[in-house]
């Protein structure tokens, strides 16, 4: 069944480039953005969901190894032999921060590095409760440092990765006081707004980071509020994010080819998902998200055969809860009762509360034993964020609950926001058919299937069998 689109999009993790940097300073000193991947909180390169690793949401890695954007400090910390290799990858940042911190513990720049290496690893890796641990060295530098601009814009970041979008807004609006031109900081407000719902003002924080128009990030960003916007543009702003990545590591550049298969898959276009996969595959051929996406874009085809070997694959090295509900709307569809039973039950028990809660929500729903939760957890969600994805899960944890007036409320502010995705479309037919609105809930369902006659395993067949086409 359908999935939180992962979360969360892209960020930024912020690096100074005061190549005179004895300690830091306040808003004088601007920060800049690497190419590496958006936060990804479960299953952004998740909680963005079976479609989008990318919890998410928010930061991309810095160039830990080089605290002053220069390749002279690079070789000053010997490591002029990564120079032409472009970035150290995430890991290997952080054994080398860790070891500049234990050398000097009062050193706050290293330990904002450390912070932002360990966010890095924890996104590549999904080992993601290590953000609690960034989010504590960042901590330590501001209380020794509280106007170090770097480590504050990490803070932000930080919290609009565990989905405290209020604070990571309020955060920013504090950093935008003392540096009103400094792009990177309007781009973390633009996430914020993004997480918040808010999406004409994250389109505005976005075009105020001008200088970063045509970089991975800002083209990431756009992407994904294109697609929980309806924009028709987003298929090719992932494509062209695709291309300005080139030039990171391998992984990193591999992200952005899965946002890509993502976001076409969720909007029909197989053929683009099925290369995008391939994509990111060639440049990295274990990593877990890399093969998710694989297995998204062969259920785009049709391949539920192949779609199970890359998503067995996928949870073999990273049990994400959204992958093991691709799994098991897969088994379902095979006629495998049990293994879809097991694996759903496997994925509830293994979901963080709050960065998998939307997927949370859509895994109780198609489970059906819980329901209540589902419900609870919905609407916790939408106290603390909005916009299309957390409206949508929300209608359908209502109409599946009987609580047929807080569906139809969620499920219309869910289409108010444009999206053209078939399974949002699906949700809010569904719910239009049971307030007994059948000829505006018939045309929604039609509308799905004309976009992607295979946009979910299971909901696409309930959408052909409610209008009398054939099921295949």
């Not at 170090?148 to 609006?173: C, M, N, P, Q, W």
Request: net charge negative; hydrophobic share 45%.
């Amino acid at each position: 069944m359908w999935r939180s689109l992962t979360s969360s999009p892209t960020s930024l993790h912020p690096t100074t480039s005061d190549s005179s940097a004895s300690g830091p300073t306040g808003a004088g000193r601007r920060v800049t953005l690497s190419k590496g991947p958006p936060v990804v909180t479960n299953g952004l390169l998740s909680k963005i969901g079976p479609a989008f690793l990318l919890t998410a949401i928010v930061i991309a890695g810095v160039a830990a190894f080089d605290r002053t954007g220069s390749e002279g400090a690079a070789d000053a910390l010997g490591l002029d032999q990564h120079v032409d290799e472009g970035r150290l990858e995430p890991d290997e940042r952080v054994n080398l921060w860790e070891n500049r911190v234990n050398e000097d513990p009062d050193d706050v720049i290293s330990r904002t590095l450390l912070a932002d290496s360990i966010v890095a690893a924890a996104q590549e890796s999904g080992d993601h409760p290590r953000i609690e641990r960034a989010e504590d060295e960042v901590e330590v530098v501001l209380a020794a440092q509280p106007e170090y601009f770097t480590a504050r814009v990490l803070e932000a970041t930080i919290k609009l990765a565990r989905h405290d979008a209020s604070t990571g807004l309020k955060l920013t609006e504090d950093l935008l006081e003392d540096a009103p031109d400094e792009p990177a900081v309007h781009l973390t407000m633009g996430d914020a707004h993004v997480e918040l719902g808010d999406y004409q003002a994250a389109e505005a924080a976005f075009a105020a980071a001008g200088d970063l128009e045509d970089s991975a990030p800002m083209l990431a960003r756009r992407a994904r509020l294109g697609l929980l916007t309806g924009d028709d543009s987003a298929i090719d702003l992932a494509l062209q994010a695709a291309e300005a990545a080139r030039g990171g590591t391998r992984t990193e550049h591999a992200w952005y080819h899965v946002l890509t298969a993502n976001v076409a898959a969720r909007l029909g276009e197989a053929d683009i998902a099925t290369e995008a996969a391939s994509n990111a595959l060639e440049l990295s051929p274990e990593w877990p998200y890399a093969q998710a996406a694989a297995g998204k874009a062969d259920l785009a085809t049709g391949d539920l055969d192949g779609a199970q070997e890359w998503y067995e694959a996928a949870v073999a090295t990273l049990p994400e809860p959204d992958w093991l509900g691709a799994l098991a709307d897969i088994a379902q569809v095979q006629g495998r009762d049990t293994d879809a039973a097991e694996l759903r039950a496997t994925a509830v028990e293994g979901a963080d509360p709050l960065l998998d809660r939307r997927a949370l929500v859509h895994l109780l729903v198609d489970q059906g034993d819980d329901l209540e939760r589902a419900l609870s957890l919905a609407v916790a969600d939408a106290d603390i964020r909005g916009g299309t994805e957390t409206h949508n899960a929300l209608a359908r944890a209502a109409l599946a609950s009987g609580e047929l007036e807080l569906a139809v409320e969620h499920a219309d502010r869910a289409l108010a926001f444009g999206s053209k995705e078939p399974a949002v479309l699906f949700t809010a037919g569904e719910v239009a058919m049971a307030d007994g609105r059948s000829g505006e809930g018939r045309e929604l369902l039609a509308q799905a299937l004309e976009i992607d006659p295979r946009f979910d395993v299971i909901d696409a067949d309930v959408a052909k069998s409610v209008l009398g086409r054939e099921v295949e």
